[in-house]
């Protein structure tokens, strides 16, 4: 089912300036030192709190020099749970569970937590839990709310209970290595290497492969049964079959149907637009005699102002949307009807 759209409208529903969850991550950069310098403590709390999923709380409460909002900052930066996904988060588990307990498994048994902030109004926000740049220039004692991100971020993926967003199940397993301190120092410094260096690169660059991460991570909250974790589509090919044409995202249904998904936040002009112009028709041409769809996720005063290049996109896409919340819940309803 192919959703049209103008230029015009599309106009109309865009962001244009880099949204406050991106600028957020690429932020994360300068605070990449002070975490560093503080590992060694945050392995050394794991470690020692190996006699509860929880335990952590009393030896963080003796720890110098180690704050709770620093705890929970080296928790949000290992797992790549950033504020913009803490915030969607939040509302999910309050629809699904409907005890307000998590299930999780820890060392061989079902053992449970009750949160504790999931009825407060508000979302689980940078300020909120004191991990914008404002609050993490003083150290703050553990929240209700802190507690039960900490929680969440430590032993969601252990979860035995439906309903529980993919990227949780992915990302939020360091519970896992609690008193496991080889596995916890390797996890961990092999983590602060990477994100030093996506980190270190042009801010254009990072800022265009965590608008896919953003794009993907949504998608996984609003369809946690639905897979985003390929490229590639099998069978699908360039130069004459030589090597796979790949995507920015490819989408994958529980049964099996498949839609590719291309991504360009752009706030400067560049090629990139232009490249995906380009590509257009013969990737939608593809695609659909393979029986797949083909999406773009476009927004950035720099790609509007290629009017042309944008709208041969909309002419050979099969859903166009921009990067505003409700427009991915528009490519996320384009998706589930493709299912149907």
């Not at 092999?190 to 991570?217: C, K, M, P």
């Not at 232009?274 to 005699?289: M, Y």
């Amino acid at each position: 089912m192919r959703s049209a759209r103008s230029y015009e409208d599309l106009k109309r529903e865009a962001v244009l300036w880099w949204p406050d969850s991106l600028i957020e991550r690429e932020q994360n950069a300068s605070i990449i030192p002070r975490l560093i310098e503080t590992q060694s403590k945050f392995i050394s709390v794991l470690h020692v709190a190996d006699g509860s999923p929880d335990g952590w709380k009393t030896v963080l409460r003796e720890t110098a020099n180690l704050s709770a909002n620093l705890f929970l900052k080296h928790l949000v930066v290992l797992a790549d749970f950033g504020g913009e996904l803490l915030k969607r988060v939040k509302p999910v588990l309050k629809a699904n569970l409907a005890d307000r307990t998590l299930r999780y498994v820890w060392c061989g048994r079902v053992t449970e937590y009750t949160f504790q902030s999931l009825e407060e109004p508000g979302l689980w926000s940078n300020p909120l839990l004191y991990l914008d740049a404002k609050g993490m220039l003083a150290g703050r004692e553990l929240t209700e709310a802190m507690e039960d991100v900490c929680m969440l971020i430590l032993h969601g993926g252990a979860t035995v209970q439906p309903g529980i967003p993919a990227v949780v199940l992915e990302r939020c397993i360091i519970g896992s290595m609690i008193g496991k301190r080889a596995e916890l120092n390797k996890f961990v410094r092999q983590r602060y290497i990477w994100v030093s260096r996506i980190t270190g690169g042009a801010s254009a660059n990072r800022l265009g492969h965590l608008a896919e991460d953003f794009v993907r991570e949504q998608l996984g909250i609003l369809l946690p049964r639905w897979d985003f974790s390929s490229k590639r589509i099998d069978g699908i090919t360039q130069n004459d079959g030589r090597t796979d044409m790949t995507f920015d995202i490819v989408a994958e249904s529980p049964s099996g149907k498949y839609c590719a998904i291309e991504v360009s936040f752009q706030v400067t002009t560049n090629s990139t637009i232009e490249r995906k112009q380009g590509q257009a028709q013969a990737r939608q041409s593809a695609l659909h005699d393979a029986g797949h769809a083909i999406a773009y996720v476009i927004d950035g005063v720099g790609n509007f102002e290629r009017q042309a290049a944008l709208s041969t996109i909309c002419q050979f896409s099969d859903c166009t949307v921009t990067f505003r919340q409700n427009e991915l819940e528009r490519l996320a309803t384009f998706l589930q009807e493709l299912d149907a």
